[in-house]
């Protein structure tokens, strides 16, 4: 069973549209993360949700939007798509508290704007 | 901008021999470090990870060292295997109750046959 999931792998799509990547973790973690990762490998932390709650928010454009139906589940909408949204978007899911902080990566969408 | 390590670099070392990976971080109230492995078309993968309480922890051929004083870490890779080749990357979280992790840019790993 895959521990993080996101949905689709691939998305390729042209300038101005919008579209939902999803995300699903099976772990039972209460916090989940939205990551970038551009053409130079750099991560960048976007958005995190802890129970649902927003509790990251990064110097991110309003045209994305992150939604969290519940803990097992993080969505990221993306409005209005510029072609240096081009990247890598990873999902990442922690267990809140303990000695285990480590984050779980899902595999990534690769997003390309045309 | 926030930024652990600068740059990044490409190591590329003969499989068998051993590899040392450096990363330098950027907050002193960092007290959690992590090193991931990200593959071609996959996402990062936990490695090991470090408390700042300690200054090295070994797993199976890896090895994390800490050195507060400097703020470096780094990741040591016995007997280098082919598998070995990916990205690597440090991670660092500002301090124990918070849930924001600051990545490096990572260090390529070339694994020459």
């Known amino acids: 069973d895959t521990a993080v999931s996101q949905t689709p792998k691939y998305l390729v799509t042209q300038m101005g549209n919008d579209k939902s990547i999803k995300c699903e973790q099976n772990?039972?973690?209460?916090?989940m993360y939205w990551y970038k990762q551009d053409s130079k490998k750099f991560l960048k932390i976007m958005f995190s949700?802890?129970?649902?709650?927003?509790?990251i928010n990064e110097t991110v454009p309003n045209r994305f939007s992150p939604k969290s139906p519940d803990k097992a589940h993080l969505n990221l909408h993306i409005n209005s798509l510029e072609l240096g949204d081009s990247a890598v978007y990873f999902c990442a899911s922690r267990a809140a508290g303990g000695l285990k902080e480590t984050q779980y990566f899902g595999p990534g969408t690769r997003l390309l704007v045309l | 901008g926030e930024s652990v390590g600068l740059h990044l670099p490409t190591l590329s070392v003969q499989e068998g021999d051993n590899s040392i990976i450096n990363c330098a971080y950027s907050n002193s109230a960092s007290d959690y470090f992590i090193w991931y492995k990200q593959e071609s078309g996959k996402g990062p993968q936990f490695i090991i990870d470090?408390?700042?309480?300690?200054d090295k922890r070994q797993g199976q051929r890896v090895t994390v060292l800490l050195n507060k004083t400097v703020k470096h870490l780094s990741l040591q890779i016995a007997a280098t295997q082919p598998g070995d080749s990916a990205v690597y990357f440090c991670?660092?979280?500002?301090?124990?109750?918070?849930?924001?992790?600051?990545f490096g840019t990572g260090t390529r790993l070339k694994v020459l046959a």
């Open positions: 772990l039972g973690h209460d916090t």
């Open positions: 991670a660092e979280n500002l301090a124990s109750g918070t849930y924001k992790y600051i």
């Open positions: 470090i408390r700042s309480n300690m």
């Open positions: 949700y802890n129970n649902k709650e927003l509790i």
